[in-house]
């Protein structure tokens, strides 16, 4: 596979959202945290409201890619036959879209009431 | 195609560990372990949009022994990943390299997210909400 000749704009990305997930995580983990308890009631109440539907969403896709672009990294570092790599790098991005798409799919499922 | 193994040098196996590399490891091992977290986290997000049963049934598997400990392990893991992750971010912008700082600022990572880790769940056994 060679050099990647480019990685600068990985690098910025890994950066951006990494200062992006910082406001993120907190404000999710500061929410649960305030919640009187983690029932489904109490829980779905908090998610269903507009704000924290938006700021979960983009938790979720921020997180998603920031952790994407990391194991990535890891898996090129450590997977040193082509072949392997090029089907786990392939398989992970499907994995990702998948978790984050679930995440997300079932935030907006909580937000627009079903 | 088997690629044929050659023969490396040892590195941590044999060369002293130290701040530095110990908190660069520790930052890919907790950003890894985060990774599973982010899929504990869709799934506890999906069993909610599942409606009362299924959170339900994904809550008696967070609040189970194996379950606290992932959540715990997790809350450790994010918070040395965010300290060390902010250090990362001066070290960008070029701050912070020195040898004094650097082992200054990785200490503040492993024992805040340490001290951090142990109030929080100080705090969610003093509630009860366990």
């Given at each position: 596979m060679g050099s990647a000749k480019?990685?600068?704009?990985?690098?910025?990305?890994?950066r951006v959202s990494a200062v992006a997930l910082v406001p993120l995580t907190?404000?999710?983990l500061f929410s649960l945290l305030a919640l009187p308890d983690l029932g489904y009631g109490t829980v779905r109440m908090w998610l269903s409201l507009p704000i924290s539907g938006l700021l979960?969403?983009?938790?979720v896709a921020v997180m998603t890619y920031h952790s994407y672009l990391g194991t990535t990294v890891v898996v090129e570092d450590y997977v040193h036959s082509v072949?392997?790599?090029?089907?786990?790098?392939?398989?992970?991005?499907?994995?990702?879209?998948?978790?984050?798409?679930a995440g997300i799919f079932a935030i907006l499922r909580v937000a627009f009431g079903s | 195609m088997i690629a044929p193994v050659r023969p490396t040098s040892p590195h941590w196996q044999i060369y002293r560990w130290q701040v530095g590399s110990s908190t660069s490891i520790m930052h890919r091992v907790t950003g890894v372990?985060?990774?599973?977290?982010?899929?504990?986290?869709?799934?506890?997000?999906?069993?909610?949009?599942?409606?009362?049963?299924?959170?339900?049934?994904a809550s008696k598997v967070f609040a189970g022994p194996v379950g606290l400990l992932l959540l715990i392990g997790w809350t450790f893991a994010f918070l040395f990943h965010l300290l060390n992750g902010v250090r990362h971010l001066f070290y960008d912008a070029g701050y912070g390299f020195e040898r004094t700082p650097r082992h200054a600022s990785g200490w503040?990572?492993?024992?805040?997210?340490?001290?951090l880790t142990v109030c929080i769940w100080a705090l969610l056994w003093h509630f009860a909400r366990l």
């Open positions: 480019d990685g600068t704009a990985h690098w910025w990305a890994q907190l404000w999710f979960a969403v983009l938790l072949g392997m790599r090029v089907v786990t790098l392939m398989l992970l991005r499907f994995l990702y879209v998948l978790a984050g798409g | 372990t985060l990774a599973l977290g982010l899929v504990a986290l869709s799934f506890w997000l999906v069993s909610l949009a599942g409606g009362e049963q299924s959170y339900a049934a503040i990572a492993v024992l805040g997210a340490l001290g």
